[in-house]
């Protein structure tokens, strides 16, 4: 089986810092796309940033030039550099993996656990 686990997340003020990280364990073959989403309280998950295989990144207009979507394949890790954070960011940020092929079978998607990412004014 394969699991996503997230850690990074926690309490920091306005225009602080975070590195969320991502692993997926178990014997990978490959994972195409990899992404972070973001839930707020009372609203819908939407997309953060995402990264392809061959490193292609997509980021949402709100953290365009603030976050940075990187991977380490080798690892099967996704990481986010999240830099001038505002309270709007507050969140809880989910790890997802898209067409993952591993040793026991093939997963279309996988999501983490979530992670709370929490910004103070």
């Known amino acids: 089986q394969v699991q996503l686990v997230e850690s990074g997340g926690g309490l920091v003020q306005a225009g602080g810092s975070l590195r969320l990280s991502c692993a997926a364990s178990?014997?990978?073959?490959?994972?195409?796309?990899m992404a972070w989403y973001r839930q707020a309280p009372g609203k819908q998950r939407e997309l953060v940033a995402n990264?392809?295989?061959?490193?292609?990144?997509n980021y949402a207009d709100s953290v365009k030039g603030r976050f940075t979507i990187s991977r380490e394949n080798a690892k099967n890790t996704v990481y986010l550099q999240m830099n001038s954070l505002k309270p709007e960011d507050t969140a809880v940020y989910y790890c997802n993996a898209d067409r993952v092929n591993y040793r026991g079978g093939y997963y279309w998607a996988l999501w983490g656990q979530g992670t709370q990412v929490t910004v103070s004014s």
């Open positions: 178990g014997t990978i073959f490959s994972i195409n796309a």
């Open positions: 990264i392809t295989s061959g490193g292609s990144t």
